[in-house]
């Protein structure tokens, strides 16, 4: 049996840890893709800050429970996956990995982007 080939993220700077504080969202731009920088429940997460159904920043929505809402028609995503979680959004948005270095954030921004 053949092994996966390994991965080697390349992740970059988001910000301070302090910056983010839990139950918020905050908008950084990364390798010229929006990301929304969250904490949620103790955890960092980092998710394409672009709704699905609607050129909107989920950065300015409400988080809550694991999850972010787009404040414009109430999608829901899931920010462990990208899942959307209500309607009207059907399509998921990218995530990407989070680590915590010292007092920093930094996300991998991966090359998949919505089309």
């Known amino acids: 049996m053949s092994e996966a080939p390994s991965v080697t993220r390349q992740y970059t700077r988001a910000c301070a840890l302090r910056e983010v504080v839990e139950g918020a969202a905050r908008r950084y731009v990364i390798d010229d893709t929006p990301v929304a920088i969250v904490r949620s429940e103790g955890e960092m997460y980092a998710i394409y800050d672009v709704c699905s159904h609607e050129n ?3 950065s ?3 988080v809550y429970d694991g999850g972010i809402e787009c404040w414009l028609h ?3 995503f899931d920010l462990r996956t990208g899942e959307p979680t209500s309607l009207p959004a059907t399509e998921s948005v990218p995530v990407y ?3 915590i270095e010292g007092d920093d954030v930094f996300v991998a921004v991966t ?4 089309t």
Do not use: A, W
């Open 60 to 62: 300015e929505g409400e």
């Open 74 to 76: 109430g999608s829901c």
């Open 97 to 99: 990995p989070v680590k």
């Open 111 to 114: 090359e998949e982007q919505p």
């Open 56 to 58: 909107i920043p989920l």
